[in-house]
């Protein structure tokens, strides 16, 4: 899986003075929970730029006072006006104790469907699973070979071995349309038949 280290220093003060502070050296203060103890720190700005902008799913690892914890991202809070990062939130990954996450789709086989001259349209880009951490991965499969024309696939149909989806079951997650194209070409067919009788 791809993890990143995140070097931080153990904060000790709190309040918005102590929070000023460290944001006015480049510094975003954050919160490790979920663990024996909650952790507070402080990182560079930097150092979440590769968690925070982008769509994949990473692990962190946060070093803090001499001790490394595996963590995932769970919250982010950006300033209203600068959009500036201005506090983080990771979740402790302990063995045994299962942890909600948020995973990526990826898509991947020609639909059916799509062979037959429809567009593939995709309505969800990741899902809300509970696991136990060891079963965290990159990214959860979706196979769309057999998905046919103007058909739906949901997410009761997302195979996600030793994981509980949270999504409701009923949400369409990737669809097979129809093309005007196509439309156009039953219609004309439809006409000739119609012609012909």
Known sequence: ?????IEGQL???????ATRLLRSQQLVPGVIY???SEISFAAPVSSFKNIVYT???????????GQTYKCILKDLQFDKVSDALIHVDFLELVEGKKVVATLPLKY???PAGVKSGGKLVTKMKSVKVKTDPSALKDFIEVDLTNLELNANLRVQDIKAEGMEIMNSPRIPIASVTMTRQLKQ????AAKTATAKK
């Not at 904060?11 to 003075?17: A, N």
């Open 1 to 5: 899986m791809k993890t990143i280290t």
């Open 11 to 17: 904060r000790t003060e709190s309040g918005k003075k």
């Open 34 to 36: 979920g663990g024996k």
């Open 55 to 65: 769509s994949e799913f990473i692990l962190a690892e946060v070093q803090v006072g």
């Open 108 to 110: 991947v086989g020609i």
């Open 185 to 188: 070409e039953e219609a004309t």
